[in-house]
């Protein structure tokens, strides 16, 4: 390996942290000038990270889009980049001649919200939303969040976080009333009694990625009146969010997810039970739509206003799993599913995985809706037919995130491990013939000709199978430096995935892509227990953590050796969360065989999570134990805990270990990570640990890009020395 010093690295990261990724599309309506020429203006939103400010940058970029029939003729950019970052939430109405925005002012920890109407280039209204104190701060996550235009445009719907009554301490000083009239009195806003004693009750919120979110309320803004109203006659054991206008306008959609007898974590969890309800403004009723024993999200509207779409996940279980998509017939108030969970791969298909269908999703036909999820390693845009429920992915390629669609017009991103993302629009042709959508680039992005990347499927070896799930696969994606004759082999960072139940979907990474340009091969395996290979890929590794994501990883790795040319004496590990947790599983059951090893936020110790983890049944589930809310830990469940934990092989750990902690994580708090490194401190192997002011997924620009440079730095030195 070439000798690669800090500054090489953070040149290098710097460089490619450059490249900005879409997070949103716009499509206005089409526009028919006298001089012939139909178009149409695409607006998409993106973000960067910036690393002199140490924030993400957002911004905005116009284009003009001249279509002929179902075709895109041509596209021209419209202006320079417009930055959009005090824009926390924005919605067109459907005509787009009025735009809703939720802007935040101010500093973080003071920070006053206002929601504008715009119309065409002028501000019409603004609503101070914080003076009003109607309700605490707006919900601008995708869990809970949403900003709705009524279908007569003349309300919007959007969700917040229930108004706090005030509270004072037993001893607090009460001024004296001043005479005032009986009038004063009856108008006054103060509440009529404040309770001492309750400022430091706790509130329960929702976990990782959505702290301080404890109890959301629906709110509608009268655009006339500019009045706000907080919707009543929700129950009491949910939490509503995904709200959506209902097709009559008789009151608006959403999902509720329980929070008795106490709140799990919602991220990066689709197994929470929640249903979805129809809350009627005529009758003041809450009506339950859907199965109220299953984890529901995301629903959509049709077009004609008669279906809604929407996925369901079994409650329970693995903490991400296969979904169904299910459809409510508006008309005939009944349920159906379009497409069941997938246990194996059929057709090349193997099931949903999505965090959520694409906020528009659905055909001018109001039959077909698309979908993005992961199919093995690779991310797709899937057509599916709820009549017939056929399936058709319209993406070649790379990874795919659709954007929007309207009027069948499709936005998409595209990427790829060696390609930094772009949009690509084109129309969605007629039923039956979806595949042969003609993708145009609205502007290129040129692929890094330095990185090579290739998709390589493992079948383990029959001591590592299980009954059950005995003709399993899973699969790698290799990213390498661009080869030469006479090259010497590379050395090697071997990247396992977190979650367990998420996967890599061969999309432009910046940290392989970095390691990459350093030159390293770089190893991003999808072991099983993976999503995107099926239900049962998914449950075989309950019950054996610790062991089967464990043989995955050694086994990838001694197979690339064998056919890549790696060098078999400079293999580094590199993971966070779960992909820690196999990283520490790995360097004490192979002491020998990695010479450097960083993890970011590791699990250690299942039995030291109890009460320490926002989500503690994942802790039960993945060890083979049920779950309940009465759960107290049994002998055999402890046992079984301790003996997946990658502790139990500090005594056989020689490999160097640096190890990122975030001090506000929620999901794996901080003292797991010092318990590692005090046993392997005491036994004298080289460890360090990096504290950082962030959460689980240390992504704040400054934490992200400190912690990859020690890391790459940690990696570099110890293969070299």
């Given amino acids: 390996m070439l000798p690669v010093d800090p500054e090489n690295i953070a040149a290098v990261f710097k460089d490619l942290s450059q490249y900005p990724s879409v997070s949103k599309a716009l499509i206005g309506p089409e526009v028919s000038p006298q001089n012939g020429g139909k178009y149409r203006t695409l607006r998409t939103e993106w973000w960067q990270r910036d690393l002199e400010c140490q924030e993400h940058v957002k911004f905005s970029r116009q284009h003009i889009v001249f279509c002929e029939g179902s075709k895109v003729s041509s596209i021209t950019p419209a ?54 104190n109607k309700h605490g701060p707006v919900y601008t996550d995708d869990q809970f969040g949403c900003l709705e235009w009524s279908h007569a445009g003349n309300r919007i719907l959007y969700v917040a976080e229930k108004k706090i009554p005030a509270t004072e301490s037993y001893f607090e000083t009460t001024p004296p009333k001043l005479n005032s009239s009986p009038k004063e009195d009856k108008n006054s806003t103060a509440p009529a009694h404040v309770p001492k004693g309750d400022q430091f009750v706790f509130r329960e919120d929702w976990g990782e990625g959505l702290v301080n979110k404890s109890v959301p309320v629906l709110c509608i803004l009268d655009i006339e009146t500019m009045d706000i109203s907080i919707l009543e006659g929700i129950p009491d054991y949910i939490s509503p969010g995904q709200a959506l206008w209902s097709p009559d306008e008789d009151g608006v959609l959403f999902v509720g997810w329980w929070h008795e007898p106490f709140r ?50 079994k409650v329970s279980g693995p903490h991400w799993q296969c979904a169904n998509l299910r459809m409510y017939d508006w008309h005939l108030k009944t349920n159906s599913t379009v497409l069941d969970v997938v246990r194996r791969s059929k057709a090349g298909f193997s099931g949903i995985y999505s965090a959520g269908l694409p906020k528009n999703c659905w055909s001018m036909d109001s039959r077909r809706v698309l979908v993005n999820t992961p199919q093995r390693s690779r991310k797709v845009v899937l057509v599916v037919d709820t009549e017939s429920a056929a399936v058709e992915s319209i993406t070649p390629g790379g990874g795919w995130t659709l954007l929007t669609i309207q009027e069948d017009l499709l936005v998409a991103s595209f990427s790829s491990p060696n390609c930094p993302p772009c949009v690509k629009i084109g129309f969605l042709p007629p039923k039956g013939k979806e595949t042969e959508v003609l ?30 799930y005995s003709d399993l696969d899973f699969e790698g994606i290799l990213l390498t430096p661009q080869q030469t004759d006479g090259a010497v082999p590379f050395p090697l960072v071997v990247y396992p995935h977190g979650g367990p139940h998420s996967v890599f979907g061969a999309t432009w990474d910046l940290a392989p892509a970095v390691f990459c340009c350093l030159g390293f091969a770089v190893l991003m395996v999808n072991y099983r227990g993976s999503t995107g290979f099926g239900q049962d890929s998914i449950e075989s590794l309950v019950g054996r953590v610790g062991q089967q ?5 050694q086994f990838s790795v001694e197979q690339v050796l064998k056919s890549e040319p790696l060098d078999a004496s400079q293999i580094a590990l590199y993971g966070g969360s779960h992909g820690g947790y196999l990283c520490c599983h790995l360097i004490g059951q192979y002491p020998s065989a990695y010479k450097a090893c960083a993890v970011r936020n590791p699990i250690i110790n299942f039995v030291t999570l109890i009460g320490s983890t926002d989500i503690p049944d994942w802790r039960y589930i993945e060890v083979g134990f049920d779950y309940s809310f009465q759960q107290v830990p049994s002998r055999e469940a402890l046992a079984a805990m301790i003996n997946c934990s990658p502790v139990i092989y500090g005594p056989q750990v020689k490999t160097p270990l640096l190890v990122l902690l975030g001090e506000k994580d929620r999901r794996i708090a901080p003292r ?50």
Wanted: hydrophobic share 35%; charged share 25%.
């Fill in 79 to 132: 202006g320079n980049c417009m930055v959009t970052q005090s824009e926390l939430l924005s919605k067109n109405w459907r005509t787009g001649g009025m735009k809703a925005i939720v802007r935040g002012a101010g500093c973080k920890e003071d920070q006053k919200e206002f929601l504008e109407i715009w119309s065409g280039s002028r501000k019409i209204k603004n609503v101070n939303l914080t003076a009003l």
């Fill in 264 to 313: 799990l974590g919602l991220k990066f969890c689709n197994n929470r039970r929640s249903a979805l309800y129809h809350l009627k403004s005529s009758s003041g009723s809450c009506e339950l739509i859907s199965l109220d024993t299953e984890a529901v999200c995301s629903p959509r509207l049709s077009p004609d206003g008669k279906h809604v779409v929407y996925l369901e996940a």
């Fill in 439 to 468: 993708w145009v680039s609205v502007e290129e992005a040129e692929a890094l000709h330095n990185i090579e990347w290739k998709i390589l499927t493992f079948q383990p070896p029959n001591e590592s199978k299980s009954t059950k």
């Fill in 549 to 553: 994501d464990v043989a995955d990883v």
């Fill in 672 to 721: 797991h990570g010092m318990e590692y490194y005090r046993a392997l401190k005491d036994r004298g192997v080289p460890v360090r640990v990096l504290w950082y002011p962030d959460n689980h997924s240390l992504s704040s620009v400054e934490a992200e890009a400190d912690g990859f440079m020690n890391s790459a730095a940690w990696i570099v030195h110890h293969l070299t020395n």
